[in-house]
């Protein structure tokens, strides 16, 4: 079993920045990748980025990429998630998660085995 806690949310006006953090317990948080989604109501949930276990790789959505960047930091078992330049369109929930794979099959949310509680991202126009 993963525990993972999300932090960070909250209200930003557009072209501010966020640092999402998302804590995570209960296995070796080194030995596996871990990624960042966003939920819309009513939408399904979107990839946004992921990092190895290593962080030697990254994978990013389109539609942040330039804009974001993911990090981790073992020794304290938190990976992060640096939003700039935000956009009303980046309002969303974001959960991070945990998955076993690597490269690009952590684009997918189907390849995550355990997830956070979420922390809501507020982007004012």
């Known amino acids: 079993q993963v525990q993972l806690v999300e932090s960070g949310g909250g209200l930003v006006q557009a072209g501010g920045s966020l640092r999402l953090s998302c804590a995570a317990s209960?296995?070796?948080?080194?030995?596996?990748?871990m990624g960042w989604f966003r939920q819309l109501p009513g939408k399904e949930r979107e990839f946004v980025a992921s990092?190895?276990?290593?962080?030697?790789?990254?994978y990013y959505a389109d539609s942040v990429k330039g804009r974001t960047t993911i990090s981790r930091d073992n020794a304290k078992n938190t990976v992060y998630l640096q939003m700039s330049s935000l956009k009303p369109e980046d309002t969303a929930v974001y959960y991070c998660?945990?998955?076993?794979?690597?490269?690009?099959?952590?684009?997918?949310?189907?390849?995550?085995?355990?997830w956070g509680q979420g922390t809501q991202v507020t982007v004012s126009s």
């Open positions: 998660a945990v998955t076993p794979y690597s490269g690009t099959l952590t684009m997918s949310l189907r390849n995550y085995n355990y």
């Open positions: 209960g296995r070796p948080f080194s030995s596996y990748g």
């Open positions: 990092i190895s276990a290593s962080a030697i790789n990254t």
